[in-house]
C-alpha cells in the first residue's frame, strides 16, 4: 500500500535521548514485539566511569533508589540510636515495600517509638501493592492506610528523624521543613549535584525530588558501596544501613520483588534499589562500583533485565535469580510459553544465558 | 566525570525501529521524566494511507484489539441469531474488561444461551484486573474464575460460534479447531496478511494471534468502520457489532477504562479499542478510517495519549475525554499535581490542548 513520508523524528528535546541503547526486548513466538531503550553507567566510588551506555549525562529523577542515602541522616543525627531503632526498621526506611503484613507492622513499630501512629505519616494513602496482600486487607473488612503506601517505611524514619532533632513532624514533606533540608543536604553531598529549582520536582509520596545525571547516581551508590568520599560519619552510617539491608531483604520490597529476590541470593556482596519509571541502583561493594539505570520509557521489567545483566558482567555474579531476570519464559494464563523477556545481549558482555522460568 | 566512549546504537534488529517516533511523554516539575517512541498509520479503506509516522511496516502483534474482527463469524456463521445473543454479549465478545460483575452476568449468560458453564471457558482464570471487583470478590470469599478473565467474554463467544457450528467446544482454542480455523480465515481476509508459521504466536488467552504491519492493521479498521473491502455478509456484521459496540462502551472495557470512556462519549462516531503490550485501534466510520497504533516499548499510556491525539486531528472530534488522554495532570498520593502524561505534539497536528485532570 502507499505510504506518504514518514514524520520526520521529533526535534530536541526526544533527540536528547536519541542516543540511548537498547536495555532488553520482549518476544512472542520468536518475533520481537516490543523493545525497551535507555541508558546505563557503571562508575567507581572516584568517579571513574567503568561502563556507559545511552545517554547517561542527562539528569533524571532518581525517585525511590535513593531511599538508603535518604535514610542516612537516621544514623548522622542520631535518631537510630536514640529510638534503638533494629535493622529491620533500619532496612525499611530504605524500602519501597509492597504493603505486606510484616512491612505495616515494622512501620507501626518505627511510629510508636518516636511516640506517633499513622496519623503522622504525610505519604498518602493507597493500597498495598502487593495483590494478595491487598485482598487479604479486604476480605478482612479493613481499609487501606498511609502505612500500606510503599514509602510508609521511608516517613516512618522521617518522623523519627524530625523527634531526634526536636522538630514537630508535622509537615516534614515540605522542603523547608529541617528534615527535608537534612535529606537534601545529604543527597546533594553524595551524588555531587547541587539542588535548584531547576532540577526539583515532587515525587510520589510529596517530598521533593531532584534530578540528577545518571552518571551521578551511580557514582552516589560507588560511595554508598564503599564509604569513600563520604566522610566519617556519613561512611559508618553507610555500612549500617548496608548491614541492615542485607540482613533483611524482604523489608526493601517483598514477596517476589525484584529487589528482594536478588538480595536473598546475592547479598550483602550486591545491593539493589528499584525506583519508579525504570530507574535502578546498584552497590557492589567488592568491586567499589555504582550502577545506575534508566529506561527511558519507564519500564520497570527492562531495567531489572538490565541491571541483573550488569550485575553478572560488573559484579562478576552467577545465579539462577540474575539468569532469570536476564532472561526468562513469559508465560500466558494457561501456563503456555508464549515468548520471553530478554536483556540486551551488549549490556550482558555479548551473551545471554538460555531461558529461565 | 571522565566518560569513555558509549555503546554503539544496538545493531538490526534493534535499528529496525530507530525510525520511530515519539508518541508520548511524561513530565514531572517541568522536566520530562519517561518518553515513549512508536508509530501509528491511519489508513482508508482502499488502503490508501493518509499518515504513518515511525515504522508502520515491520508486523506486530495485534494483540486484543482484533477482537472485534475475531467476533464477525459470530454473525456471519448464525450463532448469534442461534442464541439471539443480546448487543450486551456481542458487545463483550469483542471485549477486554476488567471482571466486575456486570461482565461475568453477560459472559455467564453467553454460555448458558449454548447450554455451557465457565468450565468451558480455555482462555485462563486470573483475578478480576479492576482493583476495586477483585477486592470485592475477596471480601465475599470467592475465588477467581475464569469468566473473570479478561477475556472470558471472547471466549463465551468462541464457545456459541462452536456449538452454533455443530463442533464440540473442547479444544476451541487451538489452531486447528474448526472456530480457530472461522477466526484465523477472517483475520487474514480482513488485514490482507496471509497467516504462516512465520507470523503466528500464541495470545495471553491461549488463541493463536498472527503478526501484521501497522498500515495492515489500519487497513482494517477502515474495512470495518467502512464495511468496504468485507464483502456483503461481513460488512452487515460489522454494522451490527460497531452498533452493539457503540451501545454498551461499558461491556468492551469497565470502570474507567480508555475505551469505555471515550466511546461513552463519542460513540458511534468513534469506535476504539485496546490491546496489550500498547496497541491501539481506532475506526472512524463517518471519515472511513482506521487508526492504529503502536508503542514500541509496550506503554498503554502512552498508546491512549497518541490515539487520543489521532482521534481530535483525524476525526475532527473535540471533547473532554480527549483533551484528558492527549495532555493530562499527573498527581501523587495526596492529590499533589506532580506532571504531565502528554501526547506528542506532532501527532496531534502541532498543538496540544491545556492540561486536564
Redesign the interface.
Known amino acids: 500500500?502507499?505510504?506518504?513520508q514518514?514524520?520526520p523524528?521529533?526535534a530536541s528535546?526526544?533527540d536528547a535521548?536519541a542516543?540511548d541503547?537498547?536495555l532488553a526486548?520482549?518476544t512472542?513466538?520468536?518475533?520481537?514485539?516490543?523493545?525497551?531503550?535507555g541508558a546505563a553507567a557503571v562508575?567507581d566510588a572516584m568517579?571513574?566511569?567503568v561502563?556507559?551506555?545511552?545517554d547517561?549525562?542527562t539528569?533524571?529523577?532518581p525517585r525511590s533508589t535513593v531511599k538508603a542515602l535518604q535514610a542516612l541522616p537516621l544514623l548522622t543525627e542520631g535518631a537510630a540510636e536514640r529510638f534503638a531503632l533494629p535493622d529491620t526498621a533500619l532496612a525499611l526506611a530504605c524500602a519501597s515495600h509492597q504493603g505486606e503484613p510484616e512491612h505495616v507492622a515494622v512501620a507501626t513499630d518505627m511510629l510508636a517509638r518516636a511516640g506517633y501512629d499513622d496519623g503522622a505519616l504525610?505519604?498518602?494513602?493507597?493500597?498495598p501493592l502487593d495483590?494478595v496482600a491487598?485482598?487479604?486487607?479486604?476480605?478482612g473488612?479493613l481499609p487501606a492506610r498511609a502505612l500500606h503506601?510503599c514509602c510508609s517505611g521511608k516517613h516512618a524514619g522521617f518522623v523519627c528523624l524530625s523527634c531526634a532533632g526536636g522538630h514537630d513532624p508535622a509537615g516534614y514533606v515540605g522542603a523547608e521543613h529541617p528534615v527535608m533540608q537534612s535529606v537534601s543536604r545529604v543527597l546533594a553531598a553524595v551524588t555531587g549535584i547541587a539542588h535548584t529549582r531547576e532540577?526539583?520536582?515532587?515525587?510520589?509520596?510529596?517530598i521533593p525530588?531532584w534530578?540528577v545525571p545518571l552518571?551521578?547516581l551511580a557514582?552516589a551508590f560507588a560511595r554508598f558501596a564503599t564509604g569513600q568520599g563520604l566522610g566519617e560519619a556519613r561512611a559508618a552510617a553507610a555500612a549500617r544501613l548496608r548491614a541492615a539491608i542485607a540482613a533483611n531483604p524482604f523489608m526493601i520490597a517483598g514477596t517476589g520483588q525484584f529487589d528482594t529476590r536478588v538480595m536473598e541470593a546475592l547479598a550483602p556482596r550486591v545491593l539493589t534499589k528499584m525506583g519508579a519509571?525504570?530507574v535502578m541502583v546498584v552497590a557492589l561493594p567488592a568491586q567499589g562500583l555504582g550502577i545506575a539505570v534508566k529506561c527511558?520509557?519507564?519500564?520497570v521489567r527492562?531495567a531489572e533485565a538490565a541491571a541483573a545483566a550488569l550485575i553478572a558482567r560488573f559484579g562478576k555474579e552467577d545465579s539462577p535469580v540474575l539468569r532469570h531476570y536476564m532472561r526468562r519464559t513469559l508465560f500466558?494464563?494457561?501456563?503456555?510459553p508464549?515468548?520471553e523477556l530478554r536483556a540486551?545481549s551488549?549490556l550482558a558482555g555479548g551473551c545471554l544465558p538460555e531461558s529461565s522460568s
Not at 122 to 127: A, L, Q, S
Not at 134 to 139: G, Y
Not at 332 to 336: A, D, H, S
Open positions: 500500500m502507499p505510504v506518504n514518514n514524520m523524528f521529533p528535546p526526544a535521548h542516543g541503547v537498547l526486548d520482549v512472542r513466538g520468536g518475533r520481537v514485539e516490543s523493545r525497551h531503550y562508575v568517579g571513574r566511569t561502563f556507559a551506555a545511552g547517561v549525562a539528569a533524571i529523577f504525610e505519604c498518602g494513602v493507597h493500597w495483590s491487598a485482598r487479604a486487607l479486604a476480605a473488612g503506601n532540577n526539583q520536582g515532587t515525587d510520589g509520596c510529596a525530588t534530578a552518571d551521578s557514582l519509571e525504570g527511558r520509557d519507564g519500564g527492562a500466558n494464563w494457561n501456563g503456555q508464549v515468548g540486551s551488549d
